[in-house]
């Protein structure tokens, strides 16, 4: 008995595969933005520390910043998904980022940097775990890796697209126009959305009130197991995908924060080649979602049991991201050393959208959205840490290519041992079977 086989056969409805895949693309440019935002930093990193005075140190604390009420935003923002619809959710947060960016357009300073940063973090918390679960409940199970994939590709997307027009920005004007520009892009997103998401539920709000929907599968429970949120975090899966989230996101967290900083300043690339180098793990991380995503459907289809298709594939591709990260300090400049700053900073971009649909087979619907917003935060506690540590190694190093090399060492070690242990515990079919059981117990 497989665990898209022994659910009961309701009637659910759910927005037409038309609709759904519009809204899908919409969620991907969400996610464009989400992380093009973060990125101008980044991309300005050089620019902004000269301006406002700023030693490797302090930019380090400003990046991490974004991430010290990213968890909270997350748990709080993302447990409103269970009252208020996402058309309103996520179009309010997109209104709230571009009001964070605003105190940026003009002369500024560290202090109010690193207030907007915090805001922006806090609001962006809930932002990809509520995108990943809108489309979760959108496609039937065995069809959601590949729609969560191109959400997760929107993520890399963003920065691709943007690090040569939001580089040329910076070096052509300033900074701060590159937050005018977002922010402008971002109210158009807003508009869309609410126009376009009108009368289109989640599963937990499931109605049929909107005359465009239609079945599109039986595979949801009509009553689902009602167990605890503890229970659900309990399970191996749920530990052992946040141990791989948690993992994976200390490398973005670098890639968004240090990266151009390390192509440019470690590296001594230009910063318009360092701009246009950046995008290489960008395109390969895009590419890399969308793959994964359709591999572990593929492999679904084939028979593989879910542990495989989901737990070893999101696995094996954090430690690829680690093992590379380490090899990155061995070798110089050059292309091999690009080869493996693309799979450092790709891989564990690759294995988001497998690792949160493992969580979707396990986890009811009703309590998916909590569970998948607060397993972003505790990931984004890597955020916190990774540019702080990153920061200090440079600044003990000097400043140079070794202060870098020690820092990425450590995280590709990390990355690469937590990576084999996290997913030994990953097992959806057991762990969905198991709260099926208890729920019965409990009636």
Request: hydrophobic share 55%.
């Amino acid at each position: 008995m497989t665990l898209l086989s022994h659910r009961a056969k309701p009637a659910v409805r759910r927005p037409g595969y038309g609709r759904a895949w519009t809204l899908t693309v919409l969620l991907v440019f969400f996610l464009f933005l989400n992380y093009a935002d973060k990125a101008v930093l980044a991309f300005g990193g050089k620019e902004i520390q000269h301006e406002l005075g700023m030693s490797p140190a302090q930019f380090g604390l400003v990046q991490s910043s974004f991430f010290w009420l990213f968890a909270v935003g997350a748990v709080a923002l993302g447990s409103l998904s269970t009252r208020i619809g996402l058309r309103w959710l996520l179009g309010g947060l997109m209104v709230i980022w571009v009001f964070t960016m605003a105190p940026l357009l003009g002369t500024t300073s560290f202090l109010v940097l690193l207030l907007t940063r915090i805001m922006l973090g806090f609001a962006e918390g809930p932002a990809y775990g509520l995108a990943t679960h809108a489309v979760h409940g959108w496609f039937p199970a065995e069809k959601r890796a590949l729609p969560a994939g191109l959400v997760t590709a929107g993520a890399s997307i963003g920065p691709l697209v943007c690090a040569p027009v939001l580089t040329w920005i910076i070096v052509t004007w300033n900074w701060h126009v590159a937050f005018g520009v977002l922010m402008v892009a971002g109210l158009v997103w807003a508009a869309l959305w609410l126009v376009l998401a009108r009368n289109v539920p989640a599963d937990h709000c499931v109605t049929d009130e909107a005359p465009e929907q239609e079945v599109l599968a039986d595979v949801v429970p009509a009553a689902e197991p009602d167990v605890s949120y503890w229970t659900l975090l309990k399970t191996g899966t749920v530990a052992g995908i946040a141990a791989l989230l948690f993992l994976g996101y200390w490398s973005t967290a670098l890639k968004i924060a240090w990266l151009p900083v390390y192509l440019s300043d470690g590296l001594d690339y230009g910063t318009l080649t360092a701009g246009r180098l950046v995008m290489i793990p960008y395109a390969v991380a895009a590419f890399g979602a969308i793959a994964s995503g359709w591999l572990s459907n593929r492999l679904v289809s084939k028979g593989v049991s879910l542990k495989v298709a989901r737990g070893y594939l999101a696995g094996s591709l954090v430690f690829l991201a680690g093992a590379s990260m380490f090899g990155l300090t061995l070798v110089g400049p050059g292309i091999l050393q690009m080869a493996l700053i693309t799979l450092a900073f790709s891989g564990n971009v690759a294995s988001y959208a497998v690792a949160f649909t493992a969580v979707a087979d396990v986890v009811p619907a009703l309590k998916r959205g909590p569970i998948l917003t607060g397993l972003v935060g505790f990931s984004s506690l890597a955020g916190i840490i990774a540019p702080l540590v990153m920061g200090f190694s440079v600044s003990a190093g000097g400043g140079g290519a070794s202060g870098y090399s020690f820092g990425f060492a450590l995280t590709g070690i990390l990355m690469a041992v937590g990576s084999v242990v996290a997913t030994l515990f990953v097992d959806p079919t057991r762990d969905a079977l198991k709260i099926e059981s208890l729920a019965k117990e409990s009636l």
